[in-house]
């Protein structure tokens, strides 16, 4: 019960790493607020939040909107008086180039990716620096560290992420704000038979690419999940700042 008593907001909890974190923070004794776009699988995510033993809410909401942030912020104090706990993990992924990228789903990206992030969190530190307390975790990814093919508005917004995660920290942490990142290698959500299809590949074509790293596979949502919770934990209690490689060893060469 690592997170006994408290309450976290996470974004996109309504799939892969999302929900899975999402569930684990339940497990271990946090109330949880989720948001995204869509109603059906909110309620699904929502089932596994009560069925891990917690108490949660969906808010329907898009963190491209301002609006729509801060009335997840009011709905989830409203719900539970405090939000202890951050993780801003709401992203979409198109795989292109850049003379490829159509300037709509450019701006898609960075909107959610690294907009959404800085949209969030700035309705939420308020609370946060009132309380004198708050962890928050971003997730970035292993492209943000490093570069990958076809991935430009991706690998963009992802190292927008890694320094906008750096300069939260350096600001808040004499408020009592941790701030630091994960950073995940290939895990399997939705995000990526999505992209094998783009780039037209069969699930198993991809797959083989992708395991091409030191531990020869991709990631499980509940993989990053445990790493989201130790950085949102008190085990990380002298950690502010940093970006959390979990990537089976992608980034290692
Ligand atoms: N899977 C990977 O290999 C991998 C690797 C590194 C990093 N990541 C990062 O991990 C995070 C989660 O991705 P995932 O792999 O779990 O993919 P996913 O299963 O597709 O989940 C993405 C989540 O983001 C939400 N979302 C997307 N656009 C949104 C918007 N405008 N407003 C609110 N919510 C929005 C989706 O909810 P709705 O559809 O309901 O809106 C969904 O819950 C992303 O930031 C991604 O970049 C993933």
């Given at each position: 019960?690592?997170?006994?008593?408290?309450?976290?907001?996470?974004?996109?909890?309504?799939?892969?790493?999302?929900?899975?974190?999402?569930?684990?923070?339940?497990?271990?004794?946090?109330?949880?607020?989720?948001?995204?776009?869509?109603?059906?699988?909110?309620?699904?995510?929502?089932?596994?939040?009560?069925?891990?033993?917690?108490?949660?809410i969906?808010?329907?909401?898009?963190?491209?909107?301002?609006d729509?942030?801060?009335?997840?912020?009011?709905?989830?104090?409203?719900?539970?008086?405090?939000?202890?706990?951050?993780?801003?993990?709401?992203?979409?992924?198109?795989?292109?180039?850049?003379?490829?990228?159509?300037?709509?789903?450019?701006?898609?990206?960075?909107?959610?990716?690294?907009?959404?992030?800085?949209?969030m969190?700035?309705?939420?530190?308020?609370?946060?620096i009132?309380?004198?307390?708050?962890?928050?975790?971003?997730?970035?990814?292993?492209?943000?560290?490093?570069?990958?093919?076809?991935?430009?508005?991706?690998?963009?917004?992802?190292?927008?992420?890694?320094?906008?995660?750096?300069?939260?920290?350096?600001?808040?942490?004499?408020?009592?704000?941790?701030?630091?990142?994960?950073?995940?290698?290939?895990?399997?959500?939705?995000?990526?038979?999505?992209?094998?299809?783009?780039?037209?590949?069969?699930?198993?074509?991809?797959?083989?690419?992708?395991?091409?790293?030191?531990?020869?596979?991709?990631?499980?949502?509940?993989?990053?999940a445990?790493?989201?919770?130790?950085?949102?934990?008190?085990?990380?209690?002298?950690?502010?700042?940093?970006?959390?490689?979990?990537?089976?060893?992608?980034?290692?060469?």
């Amino acid at each position: 019960m690592r997170l006994a008593g408290k309450v976290a907001l996470i974004t996109g909890g309504t799939s892969g790493i999302g929900r899975a974190t999402a569930v684990l923070f339940a497990r271990e004794g946090a109330r949880v607020a989720i948001t995204g776009r869509d109603e059906v699988r909110g309620r699904v995510a929502l089932h596994d939040i009560k069925g891990a033993g917690s108490e949660g809410i969906f808010v329907r909401a898009d963190v491209r909107s301002a609006d729509d942030c801060r009335r997840t912020v009011d709905e989830t104090l409203k719900a539970f008086k405090k939000i202890d706990v951050l993780f801003n993990n709401a992203g979409v992924f198109f795989p292109h180039t850049v003379p490829d990228c159509p300037e709509d789903e450019w701006d898609q990206t960075i909107d959610v990716n690294l907009k959404g992030t800085y949209l969030m969190s700035k309705c939420v530190l308020p609370h946060m620096i009132a309380q004198g307390s708050g962890v928050i975790v971003n997730n970035s990814s292993g492209w943000g560290l490093a570069g990958g093919d076809a991935a430009a508005a991706y690998c963009a917004s992802k190292g927008g992420v890694v320094l906008l995660t750096k300069a939260m920290a350096i600001d808040h942490g004499r408020q009592g704000i941790r701030v630091n990142c994960v950073c995940p290698g290939d895990v399997e959500t939705p995000m990526l038979p999505e992209d094998a299809k783009q780039r037209g590949l069969s699930w198993e074509e991809y797959v083989k690419g992708a395991a091409n790293r030191p531990l020869g596979r991709i990631g499980r949502p509940e993989e990053i999940a445990r790493a989201v919770l130790f950085l949102a934990s008190e085990d990380a209690s002298f950690m502010t700042g940093s970006s959390l490689v979990v990537d089976g060893g992608g980034t290692a060469d």
